[in-house]
């Protein structure tokens, strides 16, 4: 089982940065997917970025060239970090991981871009 705690939500405005973290209860290093999706008022639930145990990353298209995500396997910690925020960016987060064929996520941390 895999416990994971988001942090790093708020308020920023447009063109601002923030820093999202995703603490697992367990070590990430043997856990291959990883990711971070988000979901807006009255919107499914969607992918945003996901990375590998080897470091490969995937991005959606409305977020490429923005947001990065990286994982410390030492820290049990994977990061989504996003820069030049809009507010369509708006939702709240979640983290995501598949291990030993099961799916957890998070409590999700909201995201608020407004001037």
């Known amino acids: 089982q895999v416990q994971l705690v988001e942090s790093g939500g708020g308020l920023v405005q447009p063109g601002g940065s923030l820093r999202l973290s995703c603490a697992a209860s367990r070590s990430i290093f043997s856990i291959n997917s990883m990711g971070w999706y988000r979901q807006a008022p009255g919107k499914q639930r969607e992918l945003v970025a996901s990375i590998n145990s080897a470091g490969s990353t995937d991005y959606a298209e409305f977020v490429k060239g923005r947001f990065t995500i990286s994982r410390d396997n030492a820290k049990n910690t994977v990061y989504l970090q996003m820069n030049s925020l809009k507010p369509e960016d708006t939702a709240v987060y979640y983290c995501?991981?598949?291990?030993?064929?099961?799916?957890?996520w998070g409590q999700g941390t909201q995201v608020t871009v407004s001037s």
């Open positions: 995501n991981v598949i291990f030993l064929g099961l799916v957890y």
